[in-house]
């Protein structure tokens, strides 16, 4: 038999947005310690119409890739802004601040990156509030 592990992100991973203090119109589901990975990181985010992410992050150590699954919206790169639209596949190295702003249809995203530290999962990342601003 095959060793797998299969997961609804909606209905079997939580949504760990209101942990963190995020506000309603942002879901956050991180399947990937539920999957078993352990080369590889998974994230599910969701987006409500104009919402912008209240943050910007920075991984030290790791790239991502970000896979537009659903609508569009634009993304921030440092200091450069670029639109997104539904299955762009967009990488991020390391070293460089991102987050998303749906646009008028919302916004779903898969990450992959690399997968959590171990104890602090927060370790090799770096957050900035206030971030992203007009």
Do not use: C
């Amino acid at each position: 038999m095959s060793d797998y592990t299969k997961l609804n992100l909606i209905q079997d991973v939580e949504n760990v947005a209101p942990k963190f203090g995020l506000p309603a119109e942002m879901e956050a589901r991180f399947p990937s310690g539920q999957l078993g990975l352990e080369h590889s990181g998974v994230g599910y985010e969701k987006f409500a119409p104009g919402f912008r992410v209240p943050f910007g992050h920075m991984h030290t150590q790791q790239e991502e890739l970000y896979v537009i699954v659903q609508g569009g919206g634009r993304l921030k790169l440092d200091d450069e802004i670029v639109d997104v639209a539904q299955w762009d596949a967009i990488r991020v190295p390391a070293g460089v601040f991102r987050n998303f702003e749906a646009g008028p249809d919302g916004l779903e995203v898969l990450a992959f990156g690399a997968p959590a530290v171990e104890g602090d999962k927060q370790a090799e990342a770096e957050m900035q509030p206030g971030w992203w601003s007009d």
